[in-house]
């Protein structure tokens, strides 16, 4: 497969790019090398697509069935009892229709943590995304249910070669304070043993903090760290209740940080001390948690509420600046899961978008990251590109129609059973 | 002119709706009335359409023109020298760029403040909107400027019969920072005597009532008061820094709130007390503030930018809740200016929107309210009637593809000049 772009935006000058399976392998005017596509992207901009570093995407069957609740009411009477009913196919089809909607808001590539496996690897598989995905992993302290869960994780660790490239398996342990110590140590030395990524919640609320220093004697970061779970493949996602001793922490196994302002405003946990972490030299990485706490997993949203809320909260409007906030959106995970993406350049995957510099969104053009951050939204993303492979093609996805069905139906038998 | 809306949902059932002329004549089930148009709308939802209280229109034109600064450095060092340079014509494409950005997010009616009242009320009146529109009414204490100001306003004030009746005349005191108290006197006695309404930026910044107590010896709404300036035709814009005596005089004359989230969290002078207020009793009318500071006209946006702003300055998840916000972004004006809207009903002005059922970003449809303030964006909206008359059907509005040039046109020779 090759596709070629015509006359796109690239860093303000006007050329054509040539892509050849998965890579990008020429960037130049009027090149004629022969397609079996070729897109027209005259006012069209090409940029890297966005990475969502925290989701859990067949949560968008759960979009507004529980809002502007407490915490664990929402959880016990709202989200709980409809997550117990899901099956696999739910799950399919569930994420089937998170694609949907990162794909026509210009992602390409997120990390998961959810049930049924299964049915959210094989849906990102069919809609040609990228992603790390994660079973959740709860023991709830219970040494049998340890052994299932860790059970489970191997097998489904060893039957990765169902799917593509593009499906990264990840471990998902859920929090400090529904995983035992034992299986954390599990989880690093599989980690270790096998290569993979990890993800986990961490430091989101202060129950969480308060429980870990009743039970460990010592902070949530700091028990990680004494377990030797930490490490440079480990994603953790809020990080809210930091010390400066825990971010120093953090700072020298150069974890990533999974952060989620929407999320975080909608649940009342706290706000996550961006410019500590920034200053310390983290990388942060942003997402959109799941569709029940967002409620949507467009990256264009989240920047801006990323943007705002970081000024309001230090009421110093230079603070996440719209290039920051862009660059947390779209970089920090392709230097380390999704590789070789980022940057539109020769030999890169060409994981990339076109943007419709032609939308009433961008007009006028004194700043096109402006724009991005604080005036887009999903609809000036006009064609998705993800390893060469056209996921959506100004704005067209073939699936559309019979994902919206068939999420529907999966709702409404949930809501019947 | 009429139309029929054919099987749109309605309160949970599906009914046909005539408009005639300007309002909503019949509302039932197989409706057979010949109509000039008639619009499918199975699957769409028809809800009142929005109310932006509180906008400066022609500010497209500086859309990302300045961002991430402070205050002072980005009006003194940005926005001022451009706006300087503004003729009428760059504000009629600049207000009609604001048009079409607002009609493509639902919107229909909103308030508006900016230089050359003219260009704004043409474009707002060719575009079928509705607005209050007002100049800005600036002395800096001159008396000389003072007398400029007031004849401009009076001149304004009779040339109305211009217009339709959908733009109307509204007096547009900067703030008290900026105009002197004989002149918030004079404009008093003008909105008495021609029952007109009044629109001024009010206790933004702390340095504005810093001044203020240092030049009047009371804060803004106790000097405001104190020259009987106040009353039920007074929007306010921001209202940040109040005190209970405040908030009470404001509730006394029922002064409305015009409440802007997103300029307030960028440009970083505080939060709004959302929650006092509201318990006070007082009407908080959502806006976007002009684009300079937003940087969109999306009420869709704004909706879920206020929820989650008062949840987080509270960190409880049940205030702003999606009814609330929602009530903000579409019936405060039609109360008071926007008069026989704001509901679906025989006998109302149609001012509506039809919304997509299923669009992804409202599926699975368990809450509507919460999909709209949480998820939705523009894209969801697909027809906007107003008065009557269809400003977008299907998502086209006929004029967008010139008013893009244009607007590009006037902002180039802008940046030239």
Redesign the interface.
Same mark, same amino acid.
């Given at each position: 497969m090759s596709v070629l772009l015509k006359n796109a935006v690239h860093d303000g000058d006007v050329v054509d790019i040539l892509i050849e399976g998965k890579l990008i392998t020429k960037i130049g005017n009027g090149l004629s090398e022969k397609a079996d596509e070729v897109i027209d992207a005259t006012d069209m901009a090409v940029l890297p697509s966005f990475v969502n570093a925290h989701n859990h995407a067949a949560m968008?069957?759960?979009?507004?069935?529980g809002?502007?609740?407490?915490?664990m009411d929402?959880l016990q009477n709202k989200i709980w009892p409809l997550e117990a009913k899901l099956t696999e196919e739910d799950v399919y089809w569930g994420t089937k229709?998170a694609c949907?909607?990162m794909i026509?808001s210009g992602t390409t590539s997120f990390v998961d943590m959810y049930w049924h496996f299964p049915g959210c690897a094989k849906a990102v598989d069919e809609m040609g995304m990228k992603a790390l995905i994660s079973g959740v992993f709860i023991d709830m302290f219970d040494p049998k249910q340890a052994q299932k869960k860790r059970e489970l994780n191997e097998a489904l660790y060893f039957s990765m070669d169902k799917y593509s490239e593009r499906i990264t398996y990840c471990l998902g342990p859920h929090a400090i304070y529904t995983v035992s110590e034992e299986s954390l140590r599990w989880i690093r030395e599989f980690a270790d043993k096998h290569k993979v990524p990890i993800t986990i919640h961490l430091s989101e609320t202060v129950i969480e903090v308060q429980q870990c220093l009743d039970k460990y004697g010592c902070r949530p970061v700091e028990f990680l760290d004494k377990i030797g779970f930490l490490g440079p493949d480990v994603i953790v996602a809020h990080c809210i209740h930091l010390t400066d001793n825990e971010i120093e922490i953090l700072k020298k196994y150069k974890v990533i940080i999974a952060h989620n302002p929407?999320s975080?405003?909608?649940?009342?946990p706290?706000?996550m001390p961006y410019q500590k972490l920034k200053d310390a030299g983290l990388t942060i990485a942003l997402g959109t948690d799941g569709?029940s706490s =967002?409620? *949507?997993l467009?990256m264009l949203?989240e920047m801006?509420?990323m943007?705002?809320?970081h000024?309001?909260t230090?009421?110093?409007?230079?603070i996440?600046?719209?290039d920051e906030v862009y660059q947390s959106a779209t970089e920090p995970l392709t230097k380390s899961f999704f590789r070789n993406s980022g940057e539109i350049a020769v030999g890169k995957n060409a994981d990339l978008i076109l943007v419709n510099l032609?939308h009433?969104?961008l007009?006028? =053009?004194? *700043?096109l990251t402006?724009?991005l951050v604080?005036?887009a939204?999903?609809?000036c993303v006009d064609t998705v590109i993800c390893d060469g492979r056209i996921l959506m093609k100004h704005r067209h996805i073939d699936e559309?129609?019979e994902?919206?069905q068939r999420?529907?139906k999966a709702?409404n038998r949930l809501l019947k059973s």
């Open positions: 968008t069957l759960l979009r507004g069935y809002d502007d609740m407490e915490l929402w229709l949907l909607e026509k929407t975080n405003m909608k649940l009342c706290g706000v569709c =967002n409620n *949507n467009d949203d801006k509420i943007a705002l809320l000024k309001n230090t009421l110093d409007p230079k996440a600046s719209a032609n009433h969104r007009i006028p =053009n004194h *700043n402006s724009n604080y005036s939204n999903g609809d559309e129609e994902i919206i999420a529907k709702v």
